[in-house]
């Protein structure tokens, strides 16, 4: 939305390259079961310090990638989080070195279902084994340790970027300096596996989905484009729609028919088919599965569950019309922080874009996390 | 929900019938096509007075039918109103002559899209003529007439029911002396078409839709249930969900498989799968189509439409936690309604079951409803 028509490298990490780290090794996963090998897509922006002490990790959402920021060679559209990383911007290319690692189980790169099964040769599809937000961290892990960091000086992200920032916190206390979950959770709640189970269903009741093995074949894009329209009404606000569409005709009158006669239905319609154009069906279940079984209280409250990150430093940021990931549920983080005696800042941005605004409203989002990771840099951790 | 599970004849109707009015006559549409005869099914409870001065109609939504009240022989379910409608209960039965109807379109019992089309013998599948709010409600006054009905004491509904309401002040203001729009809105929000066409692409997009024409086929039974799926999330609140079924497993363990493991997922692929067994999908088509077609505002004010009904007493009720029609639509009709010089009670009442809310929240609606109706068969027309 705020994406420039053309190619600015103003401010800009200019043209960059998504790389490749093939971990080949197995790596063991929640469930029980083994991944034989990992391979995991990552950019990385500006340069790491000698002292190896101004690594950010950024995560991001459902349908992103590790294109965070810059170019790709001949691409006019720059990464999903241009407005936030590169030099003088929130994510400071000039002072930290940016790692942006895409998740396995997606399809942007890093190994997921639509990725050939080592055995077979084939794609996995359903035998991909189901991975957890856990997990995902995991994998970056090897990928930081790859690149030779021992500590991160913060890990962000929204929406799913900020559940893996609250899980690295979790599970490497001692890693990472300060952690920023934007407009996130600490667990799914029950409207939220609500809505991704619609639109697994509506994937997997394509009979074209062909119990996902349909790789070679049409796929299941209308089920897969029902999901991603779903998804997009969760995305934004009601005012937001109302003050984007309305009730505006495409053509200028009612045509008694059932067509996209709305042009809310013609964005939505326009939406879930190119989103089909660059997403695999089955990356969209195993990445909505893993939302879902996110929850860090699932053994222990969630301040004895945070007790280890007690030295690190916590942003958490929320904006005030997301209705998918509400103010309260980062509030919950906040008050487990606070009774936690973490050194935290929170805040409600006041902002129309519904959960869109993670990605919209960058000049708050850049003054808030701007002064927190000059803060976090000058003092480092908390104890 | 608040169902009882075995007959209760107490404060009920008792066993009722859905009943048929055939009108032979061509029906002019608001689109401008024509239907060649309609039936309209539905039911009654109490008695005309003798000065035919107590009727009250009753206008169901989306997924409704003429069975407000009441138990049909042999079921052990009442009506979708039981609660409201009855011997002293809010529409008390004892002092009004209820009529509920279903709505044309629809396919409980009105003319709709799985009607013989008379020119073919056949179900007239996508060419039933798209019928508006309007249309719905032009048919219910021809049963109105039929019944020997000039004047309506009242006419109230929720949801889509609450647009019939509104509708019938705008179209017949001297027909109806007041008017109980519940849960309800003046024109759908570009949010609400927006859910209202994910569920029509679910449906359009399932082969077994077949254009409309797959009566005598297992029809889109996948595609009409993730549309219900999605309706279902929207008629709860998030705290409603969250109390109902939480993180709550099915199982004790997550199963790391794509299954309904989680109770709140159960119960929507319940919903889901129930509903197709009751609903045809061209019908959740064409009554979609008329909610979102709804916009008493189209060519003027709403304070200017509302004009003529200045003589109608209004009772306007909405729900705290009804984010599918949240109460700031009710109140921007009450506001139109106050500088239009109506008398006009609102009352946003206080709840966590969402839009759902105005068929559990009976005891404060009764409250509201009883002392309305007393007032307006006390009291008569305003002017």
Not at 23 to 34: A, C, D, Q, T
Not at 191 to 206: C, L, P, S, T, Y
Request: aromatic share 10%; proline share 4%; charged share 20%.
């Amino acid at each position: 939305m705020g994406a420039p028509k053309v190619m600015s490298t103003e401010r800009s990490v200019g043209v960059v390259e998504t790389r490749f780290y093939e971990h080949r090794k197995p790596v063991s996963l929640e469930s029980g079961m083994i991944l034989e090998k990992a391979v995991v897509a990552y950019e990385t922006y500006g340069t790491l310090s000698p002292s190896r002490d101004n690594a950010v990790l950024l995560c991001h959402a459902l349908s992103g990638d590790a294109h965070a920021a810059g170019y790709h060679s001949g691409d006019s559209s720059p990464g999903w989080w241009e407005d936030m990383v590169g030099p003088g911007k929130a994510f400071d290319t000039e002072k930290y070195f940016v790692i942006s690692s895409n998740v396995i189980g997606g399809c942007k790169g890093s190994t997921g279902p639509s990725s050939p099964n080592p055995a077979t040769g084939k794609p996995y599809g359903l035998s991909f084994p189901v991975v957890t937000v856990s997990d995902m961290v995991e994998v970056q892990k090897l990928l930081i340790e790859h690149l030779g960091i021992e500590k991160l000086l913060c890990v962000s992200g929204g929406s799913m970027g900020g559940m893996q920032a609250l899980q690295w916190v979790v599970s490497h206390p001692e890693v990472v300096s300060s952690c920023i979950p934007i407009a996130s959770t600490y667990k799914h709640s029950a409207q939220q596996i609500a809505f991704d189970e619609v639109g697994r269903q509506a994937i997997m009741g394509d009979p074209a989905w062909r119990s996902g093995d349909y790789y070679g074949h049409a796929g299941p894009v209308r089920g897969l484009a029902v999901a991603r329209m779903v998804g997009h009404i969760t995305y934004m606000s009601d005012r937001s729609m109302e003050e984007k569409f309305g009730r505006i005709l495409k053509n200028s009158v009612l045509g008694y028919e059932f067509t996209q006669e709305f042009e809310v239905e013609g964005y939505l319609k326009y939406r879930g088919d190119s989103f089909v154009k660059r997403f695999d069906a089955n990356s969209y279940l195993y990445i909505t599965k893993a939302m879902d079984y996110f929850d860090l209280t699932r053994e222990k409250s969630l301040m004895r569950v945070l007790g280890a990150a007690r030295c690190s430093r916590f942003l958490v940021v929320s904006f005030s019309s997301d209705w998918l990931y509400p103010s309260y549920q980062s509030k919950e983080i906040v008050k487990a922080l606070k009774m936690n005696g973490n050194d935290v800042t929170y805040c409600e941005i006041s902002s129309d874009y519904g959960h869109d605004a993670f990605l919209l409203e960058f000049v708050e989002e850049t003054r808030l996390v701007r002064h927190f990771l000059d803060k976090v840099m000058r003092d480092g951790r908390r104890c």
